[in-house]
């Protein structure tokens, strides 16, 4: 059971994962992860680099088989189900790479993310997540490939939202974009979807800043849960430092430790992410 720092009430819980381990066919990555997302929510998992955060992110999302354990889908059992399964019941899932088509336009990005609804309802959709990612309306037209990286998570975030998942997991979003792009995703654009009642599932680099937007935070090392806290509370730790890196909370392994910090910038630097 993770060290919890306070249990406020949260909203009914829309995404259960408890005790789940699962890996890629060798020795399991994660051994016993549990977290919960709630309706409208931003929940963040940070953790050393090996912890099993995008490796978490993928068993929810059916692309690794889940050893034992359960992951719940608005009460309903989901684990090692079928990717276009777990779409129909409402999850979204946008990687950290590859996570739009290329040679296709925006459009048909879009298109291609709303392929189970009819038909006659696929631009009524697009023109709603355009109203909720506004920077879509004017790449429409444009193919992805001459997209620059932040508007090409734009479009995976949009692709994602065309089947209006109930919730929506993110791997990496900031992942290779610059500061200011990074700030207007995490603050304006994924704080909007909660707003909007999505739950929001995030793994990220920039931890500070996922933290700093986030409701509740998750700390994971050697593969399992470790801390489950308020966000604001987990970034009022003195300790936060050695939370970040596994330490200080009876973890039994770290797979691998984070590079260091730059000179000058300290663990505030590493936890908030170079870019």
């Not at 309903?76 to 790479?97: C, E, F, K, S, W």
């Not at 200011?180 to 995490?186: K, M, P, T």
Request: hydrophobic share 45%; net charge positive.
């Amino acid at each position: 059971m993770p060290t919890s720092v306070s249990e406020p009430s949260r909203p009914s819980v829309v995404l259960a994962i408890e005790k789940v381990v699962a890996g890629y066919g060798g020795p399991p990555i994660i051994r016993g992860v549990s977290t919960h997302v709630g309706v409208g929510e931003i929940v963040t998992v940070v953790g050393p680099n090996g912890a099993g955060k995008s490796t978490m992110l993928k068993a929810v999302a059916g692309l690794l088989s889940v050893d034992s354990g359960s992951i719940e889908l608005e009460g309903r059992q989901i684990a090692n189900g079928r990717t276009h399964h777990l779409a129909r019941r409402g999850l979204g899932y946008v990687p950290q790479n590859n996570d739009v088509f290329d040679p296709l336009t925006v459009i048909e990005n879009l298109e291609m993310g709303g392929y189970m609804l009819p038909r006659r309802q696929i631009k009524a959709r697009i023109d709603e997540v355009v109203d909720v990612l506004p920077a879509l309306g004017g790449l429409l037209k444009r193919r992805a490939v001459k997209l620059s990286g932040g508007e090409r998570k734009m479009v995976a975030i949009g692709r994602a939202l065309m089947n209006k998942p109930r919730v929506l997991l993110l791997d990496e979003p900031t992942s290779g974009l610059a500061a200011d792009l990074s700030r207007q995703l995490l603050t304006n654009d994924i704080c909007g979807l909660a707003a909007a009642g999505t739950a929001v599932l995030l793994v990220e680099q920039k931890a500070l800043a996922a933290l700093e937007i986030s409701h509740w935070g998750y700390v994971l090392a050697g593969g399992t849960t470790v801390i489950s806290s308020a966000a604001p509370e987990l970034l009022a730790r003195d300790d936060l430092a050695e939370v970040f890196l596994g330490r200080g909370a009876a973890v039994p392994h770290i797979a691998e430790e984070p590079e260091a910090a730059p000179a000058g910038r300290g663990m505030r630097g590493l936890l908030r992410g170079r870019r």
